[in-house]
């Protein structure tokens, strides 16, 4: 690892990616986006290995397409060596491809099966003119099979990638990705697909080749155990947004955001005095990104948000809906007409209004509810009134946690301070 | 260099087995249709190649040398000087002279026969060619780039191909009749460009999803320009289901052009051409003269098995997987025997013997 103080190899700026979503078939919904990768800061360092972790779906395979300019991004800058490369069409793209790699998780379906292992290692080398002659461009890629671990080369050189192992086609992918010298390299999962046996020994590849070659790894993976093992800094990434990113020791020792550490419990360890400790482990799925959670998009899930978290309308519904399901059946009737049914309510950002409701019962259900704590999301709730025709849920101000420094690490946080996203003005 | 030159030859020997490798995996009836299909094909070429070494006569011969050894065929045209000529008789039944009998217009049933697979062959050579020239890019172009022009051709080839095939090759070859004097580059084309819909649209679904494997955005991150992804990555994993229409559309192009004949359109007489020789012989037929139909829609029939024979075999070998009815298009499953002698329109449909005995 570098010293701290070098000029970052790749600069990511406010970068946001968003996908729009096709209306349904008479044009509905035609303004919903994907916010796959939403206002992500961060740099990485010539020489280090950069992790990127996340659950699947939290925009962290997207993250690292865009920054290799293979997704467009919607807005936002990724400087690499100082230049933005975000605008960049793909002609201007195509030559600095030679120095930005992509190394792909699934081995079987990277490799084009109509080109022996020659032909697809060697074709970057063709592509960029590299090389000039079929023999030259022959003794480059035996040089660079060698190299991966691939010997003796020439018995491998004509073969097709049909006719190699898994873990010797993950070789290959990673020779043809690195067989034009590349600076940084765009790893994504690149031992999920592998069995446990070849898994480590790619990654020592990996790493072995890092330190030969002076390459820059972005580490994409969704295992944190693979990331101790092989990353200098970690992001981790929760439905498109960094949470929390730092030094990989930092973050692994002494975690400063709730997902970070609910992370961590869910790597199982081989110890039994472990067995009964308190694990905190995110309930419930991951939201869907289409409608993501105002406020810290993590608050629903999270076992330690409080009032200014961002709670909203929909928060008290999936409460109501959870809280149904494990209560009697008495209860579940009484309560159920004391709300009216959950689709009449009209659920908003900061206020949920019941207009079916039974006013003078659901009320005191309502601030029962609140007042004995029973769920986070009544943290909340600053309100529960009857106006002329309903019962509304008020809710207090939830503002999206931005990034802070927390010790050497940044978190997006409200437990370590409240600190305001810029508005979404910002992106455009 | 001699180890050069070895390496070489194992790295051409490993493409080799490399393709050959769906054939052997295959199963063996796929490969005896392909094998039987391909004997029947082979014929049919050899006699389209050298339709002189087995027919006695030229196609538009109608005298014969008598009173020679030479060679019947290459005599004509030396006929009044040198030789004393004779025309050949009409409506002569088969017999030891003239092994499939002769026509009204005194020409030579088997000769005819023969030199009409050099028109039927050069034909679906020239019209698949053009199909598959202009099919496959487009689809490959289409499927790869998608947005407007993708809907654009594909509303395009929708439109062709709604028309039924025979009655596209007419139209075709009615206006070609005003700008080009009738032959065989014309009847090609008019065949051809019922067949490119199928070729289009193989391709480009295809295309569209060998385009979302992850070694073709490989091939982007490499930096691969997308004429180089299209032609290195995508046509490579798509070629293979081309042999298959291939050989499935050359039957059906056997029977089109046939159509075409029969009704007319198709290359000019005097050149032998099955479909023309069957519908001239429809009177024939009328007064009991079976030879002049049966000849040549025995021909057109067993060229027909023939190919679809190897499109089959083809389609169990490439596609194991895939049997899909579907694509196969309009091209006939079972060859069934003509039900009638006089529905001229079926000759096209079923190219059977039209009576089996006089």
Known sequence: MTTPQAQPLLQVEDLSTFFPVRGGLFGGGGSAVVRAVDNISFDIRPGEVFGLVGESGSGKTTLGRTLLKLVDPTAGAIRYKGTDIAGYTERQMRPLRRELALIFQDPNASLNPAMTIVQGVGHPLRIHGITSSRAQTRSRVAEMLERVGLSPAETFLDKYPEDVSGGQKQRLVIARALITEPAFVVADEPVAALDMSVRARVLQLMLDLQRDLGLTYLFITHDLATARFVC????????????????????????????????LDAIPLPDPRRRHRDKQLPTGEMPDALNPPAGCRFHPRCPAAFEVCGWEGADLIDFLEDRWTVVDEPTFERELAA?????????????????????????????????????????????????ADAVVVRFGEGPAPALQPVQSVQVACHLHGVVEQPSDLSRG | ????????????????????????????????????????????????????????????????????????????????????????????????????????????????????????FSIVVLSTVLAMGIGVPLGLISGYRGGKLDRVLVTLMDAIYVIPGLLLAIIIAFVLKAYFAPGLLS???AVGVVYIPQYYRVIRNHTLSVKQEPFVEAARSLGAKPNT????????????????????????????????????????????????????????????????????GLAIMLLVTGLTLVGEGLNDI?????????????????????????????????????????
């Not at chain 1, 004995?372 to 529960?384: H, I, K, M, P």
């Not at chain 2, 003509?338 to 000759?347: L, S």
């Open chain 1, 339 to 387: 709300t009216g049914p959950l689709d009449s309510a009209e659920v908003a950002r900061d206020e949920v209004r019941f207009p079916k409701a039974d006013h003078g019962a659901l009320v005191p259900l309502l601030r029962g509810l609140r007042d004995e704590e029973a769920g986070r999301v009544f943290t909340g709730v600053t309100d529960v009134t009857t106006d």
């Open chain 2, 229 to 296: 992804i299209i032609g290195r990555y995508v046509l490579f994993n798509v070629v293979q289901s081309v042999p298959v229409i291939f050989t499935l559309n050359a039957a059906d192009a056997v029977l089109t052009l046939a159509g075409l004949g029969f009704l007319g359109y198709g290359v000019p007489y005097p050149q032998a051409e099955w479909g023309l020789d069957v519908s001239r012989a429809i009177s024939d037929v009328v007064s009991g003269f079976w030879w002049t139909a049966f000849w040549p």
């Open chain 2, 318 to 358: 490439i596609n194991p997987l895939l049997r899909v009815r579907g694509f196969r298009g309009r091209v006939p499953r079972r060859l069934e025997p003509a039900p009638a002698a006089d529905t001229p329109v079926e000759v096209n449909l079923s190219p059977a013997p039209t009576q089996e005995n006089p």
């Open chain 2, 187 to 189: 009847a090609a084309a």
């Open chain 2, 1 to 120: 260099m001699p180890p050069l030159s070895g390496r070489r030859v194992t790295a051409l020997r490993i493409r080799v087995e490399h393709a050959l490798r769906p054939w052997r995996r295959a199963n063996p009836m796929a490969r005896r249709l392909v094998l039987l299909g391909s004997v029947i094909t082979l014929g049919f070429a050899f006699l389209a190649a050298f339709p002189s070494l087995v027919a006695p006569y030229g196609e538009a011969q109608y005298r014969h040398v008598v009173g020679t050894n030479e060679d019947p065929a290459a005599a004509e045209g030396r006929c009044g000087d040198e030789f004393e000529c004779e025309d050949i008789p009409r409506r002569l039944s088969p017999d030891t002279g003239f092994p499939f009998g002769t026509t009204s217009g005194r020409l030579d049933v088997l000769s005819r026969v023969v030199w009409g697979s050099r028109v039927a």
């Open chain 1, 232 to 263: 200098d800094r970690i992001g981790i990434l929760y439905l498109g947004s960094l949470v929390e990113w730092g030094p990989a020791r930092q973050l692994f020792d002494d975690p400063q955001h709730p997902y970070t550490r609910s992370l």
